[in-house]
């Protein structure tokens, strides 16, 4: 029987210090009928020269933008050019665990359901400790469950079918980092089955993530695009099903708003974030001071450890 093709898509942005370890570990995958697609999203470092002695291998792909149009463009380029069966994403300084090709194949292979489309793994940190909440192995997560976020939380990593590409499922059309979107959208016509099993190393060890803390401050104005399309989309569903994730929402979107110079629209998030959170008035109403502070002070502040972040769970 042919192997199943999965094609492994690898969006980066000036990564050259450590794509060579995303690389490596698909390479040295026992599991051998794979592509890879590397997305340039237009780097000035080394990551060209990184990557172009890898291209001896037919199955890695390497495509350069010309100018930077965000993650998630990089990831929709990736999605359009890619042939496998089952598509994965991995951010260009994380890793594959060893078995992790053989794993999702296998898992596919049970499944005989058609309407479940994705596949969702646990990740561990590079200390090798399971990031976040399981569900229970073998569970079928619905679009409900995704929203409500009660029976897994924390990093994870999904594996979708080539019907959910073929179906047009893309990321949000923002330079705004939430992916999420993607994975919501795709929920409303696809069930997804959790595997307790981690296939990823999820690096933490530095602060340079594409979806890291620095971009708090450098692009704060696609931060709050992005939750708008967000709220626009799926703001019903979280207040009835998970209103402390929607108070999350709210309270990130603000601090973007502000940060962004926009602090009469970042007060009125962060009043929307009290009303599904009265519980964190203190929280939210130490936020509401610090906006009237100068801006370059509210900044240096959120830049203080981005405190906030999980606060409100």
């Given at each position: 029987?042919?192997?199943?093709?999965?094609?492994?898509?690898?969006?980066?942005?000036?990564?050259?210090?450590?794509?060579?370890?995303?690389?490596?570990?698909?390479?040295?995958?026992?599991?051998?009928?794979?592509?890879?697609?590397?997305?340039?999203?237009?780097?000035?470092?080394?990551?060209?020269?990184?990557?172009?002695?890898?291209?001896?291998?037919?199955?890695?792909?390497?495509?350069?933008?010309?100018?930077?149009?965000?993650?998630?463009?990089?990831?929709?380029?990736g999605?359009?050019?890619?042939?496998?069966?089952?598509?994965?994403?991995?951010?260009?300084?994380?890793?594959f665990?060893?078995?992790?090709?053989?794993?999702?194949v296998?898992e596919?292979?049970?499944?005989?359901?058609?309407?479940?489309?994705?596949?969702?793994?646990?990740?561990?940190d590079?200390?090798?400790?399971?990031?976040?909440?399981?569900?229970?192995n073998?569970?079928?997560?619905?679009?409900?469950d995704?929203i409500?976020?009660?029976?897994?939380?924390?990093?994870?990593?999904?594996?979708?079918?080539?019907?959910?590409?073929?179906?047009?499922?893309?990321?949000?059309?923002?330079?705004?980092?939430?992916?999420?979107?993607?994975?919501?959208?795709?929920?409303?016509?696809?069930?997804?089955?959790?595997?307790n099993?981690?296939?990823?190393?999820?690096?933490?060890?530095?602060?340079?993530?594409l979806?890291?803390?620095?971009?708090?401050?450098r692009k704060?104005?696609?931060?709050?695009?992005?939750y708008?399309?967000?709220?626009?989309?799926?703001?019903?569903?979280?207040?009835?099903?998970?209103?402390?994730?929607?108070?999350?929402?709210?309270?990130?979107?603000?601090?973007n708003?502000?940060?962004n110079?926009?602090?009469?629209?970042?007060?009125?998030s962060?009043?929307?974030?009290?009303?599904?959170?009265?519980?964190?008035?203190?929280?939210?109403?130490?936020?509401?001071?610090?906006?009237?502070?100068?801006?370059?002070?509210?900044?240096?502040?959120?830049?203080?450890?981005?405190?906030?972040?999980?606060?409100?769970?």
């Amino acid at each position: 029987m042919k192997q199943k093709k999965i094609s492994v898509i690898i969006p980066t942005f000036n990564r050259g210090w450590c794509i060579q370890r995303a690389i490596k570990s698909v390479i040295k995958q026992p599991y051998k009928n794979w592509e890879l697609i590397i997305v340039d999203d237009g780097s000035a470092d080394n990551t060209k020269k990184v990557v172009k002695k890898y291209l001896k291998d037919r199955r890695i792909k390497y495509y350069k933008l010309s100018k930077n149009k965000g993650v998630n463009f990089a990831r929709n380029k990736g999605l359009d050019i890619s042939s496998g069966e089952h598509i994965v994403l991995l951010d260009s300084d994380d890793e594959f665990l060893p078995g992790a090709f053989d794993a999702i194949v296998n898992e596919f292979a049970t499944i005989s359901n058609d309407q479940i489309g994705m596949l969702l793994f646990n990740c561990v940190d590079q200390d090798n400790q399971i990031v976040g909440k399981g569900a229970e192995n073998g569970s079928v997560l619905t679009y409900e469950d995704w929203i409500s976020g009660k029976k897994f939380s924390g990093e994870k990593i999904g594996v979708v079918t080539r019907s959910v590409v073929k179906d047009g499922f893309r990321f949000a059309d923002s330079k705004g980092q939430l992916e999420g979107i993607f994975w919501y959208k795709a929920a409303r016509k696809y069930k997804t089955k959790f595997v307790n099993k981690p296939i990823r190393i999820y690096h933490t060890e530095h602060n340079d993530r594409l979806t890291g803390t620095g971009q708090l401050v450098r692009k704060a104005k696609y931060q709050s695009h992005i939750y708008e399309i967000l709220l626009e989309e799926f703001e019903t569903d979280f207040r009835n099903l998970n209103p402390k994730g929607l108070a999350k929402i709210y309270l990130e979107k603000g601090i973007n708003e502000i940060v962004n110079k926009e602090a009469g629209k970042g007060r009125s998030s962060l009043n929307r974030a009290l009303k599904y959170r009265k519980d964190k008035i203190l929280l939210v109403l130490f936020v509401f001071i610090l906006s009237y502070l100068p801006n370059r002070m509210f900044i240096s502040l959120a830049k203080l450890g981005h405190r906030y972040k999980g606060v409100l769970n």
